[in-house]
T-cell receptor, first 116, second 111 residues
């Protein structure tokens, strides 16, 4: 149990395009989902916290108009990187919290984004 | 000051060695504590939750000292397959249960 999927697993796009990444909890309802970004040889940096049916809460320094987060259902959250640029190239990982299982978060396999 | 700080590493140890990872956190309201393992280009995998009473899982022992806001992970009889990055993580209700990670400590176990 507690499986989280992400799609796509990797994506290459041209500078200026938008990319949508999906995060799904497959066997539980995720009251909260989190989006992280990890640059090479660095740790996971929390970008935003997403609660179903409400606006996401962004961490300091993360542009909410550039990284659009939608959490329309208890099993799906999406992150859209708008007008992507090469500096947005990174490993994007989502996690989901199942409120019935305490504070543990379950991570998706990540999406590697490369912007040319 | 970072919310979660870890030894910078990397640690290079021979097989069979015992290796200790240390972590400190700044938010005294933190409620839950974890050690994750992350392999190269993969997502982090939960290794252990950490409890005040300390907990052990085979060769791995984790301890928490709330007074000192300190978490540790001990790996005994290290194996080649233990080579990875070890991430300390904390979360709590005050932050909406968001998990904050340390920068990670890279471990290389060599034959």
């Amino acid at each position: 149990g507690a499986v989280v999927s992400q799609h796509p697993s990797w994506v290459i796009c041209k500078s200026g395009t938008s990319v949508k990444i999906e995060c799904r909890s497959l066997d539980f309802q995720a009251t909260t989902m989190f989006w992280y970004r990890q640059f090479p040889k660095q740790s996971l940096m929390l970008m935003a916290t997403s609660n179903e049916g409400s606006k996401a809460t962004y961490e300091q320094g993360v542009e909410k108009d550039k990284f659009l987060i939608n959490h329309a259902s208890l099993t799906l959250s999406t992150l859209t990187v708008t007008s992507a640029h090469p500096e947005d190239s990174s490993f994007y990982i989502c996690s989901a919290r199942d409120g019935t299982r305490g504070n543990e978060q379950f991570f998706g396999p990540g999406t590697r984004l490369t912007v040319l | 000051r970072k919310e979660v700080e870890q030894d910078p590493g990397p640690f290079n140890v021979p097989e069979g060695a015992t290796v200790a990872f240390n972590c400190t956190y700044s938010n005294s309201a933190s409620q839950s504590f974890f050690w994750y393992r992350q392999d190269c280009r993969k997502e982090p995998k939960l290794l252990m939750s950490v409890y005040s009473s300390g907990n052990e899982d085979g060769r791995f022992t984790a301890q928490l000292n709330r007074a000192s806001q300190y978490i540790s992970l001990l790996i005994r009889d290290s194996k080649l397959s233990d080579s990875a990055t070890y991430l300390c993580a904390v979360n709590g209700r005050a932050g909406g249960f968001k998990t904050i990670f340390g920068a990670g400590t890279r471990l290389f176990v060599k034959a």
